[in-house]
């Protein structure tokens, strides 16, 4: 069963940190992209991070320099370093993958960022 399962959020003062986690299983991981998405109320989802099956990263321009993707083939986990949080951050955030042109979707950790 293809599954991705987020952890790590919660409620933090502004300028503060989160590790969102996010674990894989069913997929051949490794060989996988994953990405980070976020929603709030009303809006579409927006892609947060990427990173390739050989490790390169893209951001969103919006958390450049204060988020971090990486992840963790060993335990099929993609993690997420938010930085220097900001009120404007917060938002469910989505674990993402594909198979083919299939899109998986994480059941989302909330995160509120409180100025």
């Known amino acids: 069963q293809v599954q991705l399962v987020e952890s790590g959020g919660g409620l933090v003062q502004a300028g503060g940190s989160l590790r969102l986690s996010c674990a894989a299983s069913?997929?051949?991981?490794?060989?996988?992209?994953m990405s980070w998405y976020r929603q709030t109320p009303g809006q579409q989802r927006e892609l947060v991070a990427t990173?390739?099956?050989?490790?390169?990263?893209n951001y969103a321009d919006s958390v450049t320099g204060r988020f971090t993707i990486s992840r963790d083939n060993a335990k099929n986990t993609v993690y997420l370093q938010m930085n220097s949080l900001k009120p404007e951050d917060t938002a469910v955030y989505y674990c993402n993958s594909k198979i083919a042109t299939l899109e998986i979707w994480g059941q989302g950790t909330q995160v509120t960022v409180s100025s």
């Open positions: 069913g997929i051949f991981f490794s060989r996988k992209a």
């Open positions: 990173i390739t099956s050989a490790g390169t990263t």
